[in-house]
């Protein structure tokens, strides 16, 4: 195939989705209006299964199987940090020297450390009655813990963080949402569908069917994901050296 036929086949493309995307966004509500037929629906099926928070009713239970193909996305683009950021043959590990922390930022930094820990958690064990939720509350658990390398040194961050671990951590939590999906197939409902668990009292930490369970599984594997890619990023920033020692 020649480049002008190449051409040609993707402006038919382009044109062919330009044009549904201008009939869809033709019969959208009118901004503004009083007519919320998605927003209603959602705020319906949330309230009906008990969730409190509809983002997260939306996220991971309306639309889990598309939480599943974000979750996944994280996950390959963490064993793609991986294998890039590896130690290569001519590569050599020096040990970094501890820098000298300003007292205040020692100070501040240890201090946030275990709040900032708890406030990811419970963002994480919240996520179906408060706004918040996996994805939010697992950043902020995964970067807390990087605030000890700002208030003492990058030795006493790798001594809290195995990176194996997390490693493990983060297979094993996106395994646990597709298992939640496949344990749906097996009590004879849809994949992920919120029908295994009850629903419980509406407001409640127990409430909500699956949904704190599959928001729970996003948490950890975010969490796990975010560390173990500022791992492999700082590896290579302090640690990792070229035979040449650059």
């Not at 040609?8 to 009118?30: K, N, T």
Request: charged letters at 15%; a neutral charge; glycine letters at 10%.
């Amino acid at each position: 195939m020649n480049p002008r036929t190449r051409l040609w086949l993707v402006a038919f493309g382009l044109a062919g989705v330009a044009a549904l995307l201008v009939a869809a966004c033709l019969d959208l509500p009118h901004f503004g209006g009083d007519r919320h037929p998605y927003g209603d629906r959602a705020v319906h099926a949330s309230l009906d299964r008990h969730t409190a928070n509809t983002i997260a009713s939306v996220n991971f239970d309306q639309r889990a199987f598309d939480t599943l193909g974000e979750t996944t996305i994280l996950f390959a683009a963490v064993v793609g940090c991986v294998v890039l950021l590896r130690q290569t043959r001519d590569e050599h590990r020096a040990r970094p020297a501890p820098a000298a922390v300003a007292p205040p930022v020692r100070r501040y930094a240890l201090l946030m450390l275990p709040v900032a820990l708890l406030i990811g958690l419970y963002v994480i064990a919240h996520g179906q009655l408060s706004p918040g939720g996996g994805f939010q509350g697992g950043v902020v658990a995964a970067t807390s813990l990087h605030l000890l390398y700002l208030g003492a040194d990058y030795r006493a961050l790798e001594r809290i963080r195995p990176v194996g671990l997390f490693e493990v951590g983060d297979a094993l939590s996106a395994s646990a949402y597709l298992v939640t999906g496949l344990a749906g197939l097996i009590g004879g409902t849809a994949f992920l569908a919120n029908t295994l668990l009850p629903y419980g009292t509406f407001n409640t930490l127990s409430s909500g069917g699956t949904v704190p369970l599959l928001n729970a599984a996003v948490g950890m594997e975010v969490a796990c994901a975010v560390v173990v890619l500022l791992a492999r990023f700082l590896d290579q920033a302090v640690e990792i050296e070229e035979e040449n020692g650059k």
